[in-house]
């Protein structure tokens, strides 16, 4: 489904299908009203005999002249004098899945006249492009025989006056690079982890830097036993895949700024180790390298929008494995920093990789690092699907982070991080443990990560309930590659 914007007097339109928000009251907007007029008073007709309900997301089909509109799709936006972002996400939804329900191939859109409570028209484009984009995602590369059909309407023009032309086209363009970018992360996602492996999120970051003005480099095994990562490598020891570092440089501001880095949980499939995992929903497990998969949507993202602003992207790449030669419970191993770890549950892996992945991030003096993972079954618990959990020992960019998900509708919420809740994860034989006991256990893997990032200013987002929906809708969120996008944007344009 593509967007684009069209600056065309409603008199001289011509369209196989509008869709028109209705507010309540069945009110019409001004555009809405001029549509009426050249289609003959039949929108307010059918309006006036009270078919189309209230609810937010309710459509009326009315025929026109074929010649001119063909066809207006009415869309309720609900009740509120101004539309809940949800109501009109709602709206938009129904809207187009009408017109995609038709013979349309292209539709014309008036929702963004629809009043939404605290947003601006760049708002209201933007979220149809998301939406819409959501609407059209498919995943049936893995299928001999594709079952659905193809996405209709494949186009949408968004119809805005011609004043407000340059700033509207400036948002669908923001909105299809971040919908690019999201599209990415979740093929990523959905890839099973016999393809998804480290190789292959290593060849798609060098596919990206091939596509996009992106350095990118892969750390194989020997170079990261020569930069003594004792912890990353522990995970990979059980696997016949072989671990990849991998770094990927986008340099869009000035050469002297420091980067912003974004590390990401590449575990291409969790089995838990010898510490294993319960058989039930364990296929779920090929997801456990969503935050890596959100830096690379991301990166592509803000690539795609020549952001300027330095970048890092890290992803520490494994697969967690039994086996063999597999790290074994009680194992101490050495990371990078120098602290050692009495590897107490293998099935803790992400916190290892990561914290290697941290102490690589030093060499780049960034002004700010966010990891990114899928950490803990815990957090799931504390926050279920709708927010990530955010922790941070620095206010300025957990506000920063908390602001930007608030602003691109993939929210996260901020949870404590005192030094008490890091105890239990005191060894008897090392300095530190991988695991504390069951309680708190986002925040016990979170004080884990801190110890490896004192030298800059550090958040982490746990993405384990927003990273993929379980159930009939399976499939990977591409979250949070809209949050992470908005901060970078906030970050390049402060103020
Ligand atoms: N990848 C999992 C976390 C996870 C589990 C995310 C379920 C989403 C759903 C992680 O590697 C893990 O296994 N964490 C353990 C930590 C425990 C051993 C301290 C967990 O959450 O059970
Ligand atoms: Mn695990
Ligand atoms: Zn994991």
Excluded at 318 to 336: H, R, W
Aim: hydrophobic share 45%.
């Amino acid at each position: 489904m593509q967007f684009s914007i069209k600056s065309s007097a409603i008199e001289a339109l011509r369209a196989e299908c509008v869709l028109v928000p209705v507010g309540p009251g069945r009110q019409l907007t001004a555009g809405g009203k001029s549509l009426d007029e050249v289609m003959g008073g039949a929108l307010s007709a059918a309006l006036a005999r009270g078919d189309l309900q209230s609810k937010a997301g309710a459509t009326l089909l009315v025929y026109g002249d074929a010649r001119k509109v063909a066809r207006a799709v009415l869309v309720a936006t609900g009740d509120d004098a101004e539309a809940s972002e949800r109501n009109f996400t709602e709206a938009v939804r129904a809207g187009l899945r009408q017109a995609g329900a038709m013979s349309c191939d292209e539709a014309a859109s008036l929702l963004h006249e629809a009043a939404v409570k605290g947003r601006d028209t760049a708002w209201k484009l933007r979220q149809q492009v998301a939406t819409g984009r959501d609407l059209a995602y498919r995943f049936e590369r893995l299928k001999s025989r594709k079952e659905s059909q193809p996405v209709r309407p494949a186009r949408v023009q968004m119809l805005v006056a011609r004043a407000g032309l340059a700033p509207a086209q400036a948002a669908v363009a923001r909105a299809t690079a971040l919908a690019n970018g999201s599209d990415l992360a979740r093929d990523l996602g959905n890839l099973p982890g016999n393809i998804c492996t480290p190789g292959y999120l290593a060849d798609a970051a060098r596919e990206l830097g091939t596509s996009f003005k992106i350095k990118v480099q892969v750390l194989e095994r020997k170079q990261m036993e020569a930069l003594k990562m004792g912890s990353l490598l522990s995970v990979a020891r059980g696997s016949e895949e072989p671990p990849k570092l991998i770094v990927l440089q986008y340099a869009g501001g000035p050469a002297k700024q420091a980067p912003v880095a974004l590390i990401g949980k590449g575990i291409t499939f969790d089995t838990g180790g010898i510490s294993i995992k319960p058989a039930a929903e364990m296929d779920e497990m090929k997801f456990d390298m969503c935050g890596a998969a959100s830096v690379l949507g991301t990166l592509r993202a803000i690539a795609e929008m020549k952001l300027p602003i330095n970048v890092v992207g890290i992803i520490a790449a494994a697969e967690n494995m039994p086996g063999g030669s597999a790290t074994k419970p009680g194992d101490i191993v050495t990371s990078m920093s120098g602290q050692t770890i009495e590897i107490l549950n293998t099935d803790a892996e992400g916190r290892l990789v990561l914290a290697d992945a941290l102490t690589y991030a030093e060499r780049f003096k960034p002004q700010a690092v966010i990891d990114i993972a899928t950490l803990t079954g815990a957090c799931v618990i504390a926050l279920g699907n709708h927010r990530s959990g955010l922790f941070s020992s620095h206010d300025g960019l957990a506000d920063s982070l908390l602001a930007a998900g608030r602003e691109a509708g993939d929210p996260c919420w901020r949870m404590p991080l005192d030094e008490e809740y890091g105890e239990g994860l005191k060894s008897n034989f090392a300095d530190v443990a991988n695991v504390g006991g069951r309680a708190g256990g986002s925040i016990t893997a979170a004080c884990f990560l801190a110890r490896f990032a004192r030298q800059f200013d550090w958040a982490h987002l746990d993405i384990a309930g927003t990273a993929w929906r379980s159930g009939a809708a399976k499939g990977s969120s591409a979250r949070p590659v809209p949050l992470l996008t908005q901060f970078l944007i906030d970050r390049a344009a402060p103020g």
